[in-house]
């Protein structure tokens, strides 16, 4: 409860900032049920070395740090971006010497808060193709299975487009790109290993893969369909000690913190859990296009 006030009350500080500098107009808030519980703040976790989990309680942002800079994944909704300012300073970081961003995938849920905290750092803004070009715009393509129920997102002016396994580097921190989408054309997997004084781990920070939509979107025969299919197989190529994902429930993320607190060690590494996280997706894609086929 302590330390749960104290990230309000550091959040509360942040937003002062934030908010002093120049700002979009206010967007129309969609409808979104989830968002509050989404929002909860939640004190910064160390996942192992040098990464940590600085996100709200609902919505991922991974902290990748370095005496030279560091590397912020995700940036939750646009009312995430103080918490997740907040928590990068409870951690014991500097806000200004986050030097990289970074997106999972731009729904507003996990790029909403990009913008803001892009000028709040000065951060260089990186992503796929398609991912640059909605962080750019603001606005998700025809060809996004969820396009027309999203809410926009602040645009980014400056936007590097990168490749499919380009690897970034910031000092000497290096997290390597993997396309994975079909939740998002541009969803985007990142890779890198983090070390500790005991061992080192390869992180796995695994897009988003569940087949949801809007009214009317078919996945059968999609160029969504190709990408899912093409990502599940190669989330199960990949080196994975320690998955964590977008939504942290998609991993058990807090089940395995808990089980850690309570004095197991090794709680959050799994070798086979990218390749069980493919399965589990692609099954239920199988299962979205069996009530396609479904008169």
Same mark, same amino acid.
């Given at each position: 409860?302590?330390?749960?006030?104290?990230?309000?009350?550091?959040?509360?500080?942040?937003?002062?900032?934030?908010?002093?500098?120049?700002?979009?107009?206010?967007?129309?808030? @969609?409808?979104?049920?989830?968002?509050?519980?989404?929002? &909860?703040?939640?004190? /910064?976790?160390?996942?192992?070395?040098?990464?940590?989990?600085?996100?709200?309680?609902?919505?991922?942002?991974?902290?990748?740090?370095?005496?030279?800079?560091?590397? #912020?994944?995700?940036?939750? #909704?646009?009312?995430?971006? /103080?918490?997740?300012?907040?928590?990068?300073?409870?951690?014991?970081?500097?806000?200004?010497?986050?030097?990289?961003?970074?997106?999972?995938?731009?729904?507003?849920?996990?790029?909403?808060?990009?913008?803001?905290?892009? +000028?709040? &750092?000065?951060? +260089?803004?990186?992503?796929?193709?398609? @991912?640059?070009?909605?962080?750019?715009?603001?606005?998700?393509?025809?060809?996004?299975?969820?396009?027309?129920?999203?809410?926009?997102?602040?645009?980014?002016?400056?936007?590097?487009?990168? +490749?499919?396994?380009?690897?970034?580097?910031?000092? /000497?921190?290096?997290?390597?790109?993997?396309?994975?989408?079909?939740?998002?054309?541009?969803?985007?997997?990142?890779?890198?290993?983090?070390?500790?004084?005991?061992?080192?781990?390869?992180?796995?920070?695994?897009?988003?893969?569940?087949?949801?939509?809007?009214?009317?979107?078919?996945?059968?025969?999609?160029?969504?369909? &190709?990408?899912?299919?093409?990502?599940?197989?190669?989330? %199960?190529?990949?080196?994975?000690?320690?998955?964590?994902? /977008?939504?942290? %429930?998609?991993?058990?993320?807090?089940?395995?913190?808990?089980? +850690?607190?309570?004095?197991?060690?090794?709680? #959050?590494?799994?070798? %086979?859990?990218?390749?069980?996280?493919?399965?589990?997706?692609?099954?239920?894609? %199988?299962?979205?296009?069996?009530?396609?086929?479904?008169?």
């Amino acid at each position: 409860m302590i330390r749960r006030r104290a990230l309000l009350l550091a959040a509360i500080a942040t937003a002062a900032t934030l908010e002093a500098q120049p700002q979009r107009p206010l967007r129309a808030t @969609a409808p979104c049920p989830s968002c509050a519980t989404w929002n &909860t703040p939640q004190a /910064p976790v160390r996942i192992h070395g040098n990464s940590w989990y600085v996100g709200t309680r609902g919505l991922t942002a991974i902290l990748i740090t370095s005496p030279q800079g560091h590397i #912020l994944i995700d940036g939750g #909704l646009e009312e995430s971006a /103080p918490l997740i300012a907040a928590s990068i300073r409870a951690a014991g970081f500097l806000l200004e010497d986050v030097k990289l961003l970074l997106t999972s995938h731009v729904h507003y849920d996990h790029a909403g808060g990009i913008a803001t905290l892009q +000028r709040a &750092t000065g951060a +260089r803004v990186a992503a796929l193709g398609p @991912a640059a070009e909605v962080l750019r715009t603001g606005r998700t393509r025809p060809n996004d299975p969820q396009h027309g129920t999203l809410v926009p997102i602040g645009t980014v002016l400056r936007v590097t487009t990168i +490749r499919d396994r380009d690897t970034l580097r910031v000092g /000497p921190l290096t997290v390597t790109a993997h396309h994975t989408g079909g939740h998002t054309p541009g969803g985007t997997t990142w890779t890198w290993q983090s070390c500790d004084s005991l061992a080192c781990r390869d992180v796995v920070y695994a897009d988003s893969q569940s087949p949801i939509s809007a009214d009317g979107f078919r996945f059968t025969g999609s160029e969504a369909l &190709t990408l899912f299919r093409a990502g599940h197989a190669r989330l %199960e190529t990949l080196s994975c000690d320690i998955l964590v994902t /977008p939504h942290p %429930e998609a991993s058990r993320f807090w089940q395995r913190i808990d089980a +850690r607190t309570a004095g197991r060690s090794d709680a #959050l590494v799994d070798r %086979e859990a990218c390749r069980a996280y493919a399965t589990n997706y692609r099954e239920q894609l %199988e299962a979205r296009l069996a009530r396609e086929r479904t008169p």
